[in-house]
């Protein structure tokens, strides 16, 4: 059983689309994260949830909406994609500080 | 506000001598710092935590890392590396509230036979 799942694995599109990544977290955690890993796999946290409810908002830009339907599921859409969105996204859920990593989605923006 | 920082983007060792992957902090109050572990392709791994008590923390795969308050340093060690510990390691620690961890920008561990 895993953890914390990931779908889709890779995603390949086109700039200007509209694209989601959905994540479930079997573990119980009342938080969830996402974060993004550049092509120098630098980690930058972009959003953060507890228990449904919007806690971590880093200036990313509002083409970029996560939800949150429960505290188990925490899915992010990205709108009219640019190139520079082109990266690794992961999700995490977290119980006492300890992260715990889906195995990342591979965005590419063609 | 903390932050954490890897001064090296890559270290090198032969597999049977022992590693050290450097982390520094910088901390308002008292400090709690991770390490994590990323293979190819793969999301990462959780490690080692200190949070308080005894400065020489143990983790997974025979890895241990050592608080030094005085030098702000939280570096990963183990005596014995293997060609299998070959991977990115990051540092963490959290920033500002909302359980918010801040990765360091990883160290890419190679170990040679």
């Known amino acids: 059983d895993t953890a914390v799942s990931q779908t889709p694995k890779y995603l390949v599109t086109q700039m200007g689309n509209d694209k989601s990544i959905k994540c479930e977290q079997n573990l119980g955690h009342d938080t969830m994260y996402w974060y993004k890993q550049d092509s120098k796999k630098f980690l930058k946290i972009m959003f953060s949830y507890n228990n449904k409810e919007l806690i971590i908002n880093e200036t990313v830009p509002n083409r970029f909406s996560p939800k949150s339907p429960d505290k188990a599921h925490l899915n992010l859409h990205i709108n009219s994609l640019e190139l520079g969105d082109s990266a690794v996204y992961f999700c995490?859920?977290?119980?006492?500080?300890?992260?715990?990593f889906g195995e990342g989605s591979r965005l590419t923006v063609l | 506000a903390q932050s954490v920082a890897q001064p090296e983007d890559q270290v090198n060792v032969a597999e049977g001598n022992p590693l050290t992957v450097k982390c520094t902090y910088s901390v308002s109050g008292n400090p709690y710092l991770f390490w994590y572990v990323q293979y190819p392709n793969r999301g990462l791994q959780f490690l080692l935590k200190?949070?308080?008590?005894?400065?020489l923390v143990k983790g997974s795969y025979g890895f241990e890392a050592e608080f030094n308050k005085s030098q702000t340093s939280f570096h990963l060690k183990k005596p014995s590396a293997l060609v299998s510990d070959s991977a990115l390691y990051f540092c963490a620690g959290p920033t500002g509230g909302g359980n918010k961890l801040t990765f360091g920008t990883g160290t890419q561990l190679k170990v040679e036979l």
């Open positions: 200190y949070i308080t008590g005894d400065n």
């Open positions: 995490a859920s977290s119980q006492y500080g300890e992260l715990f």
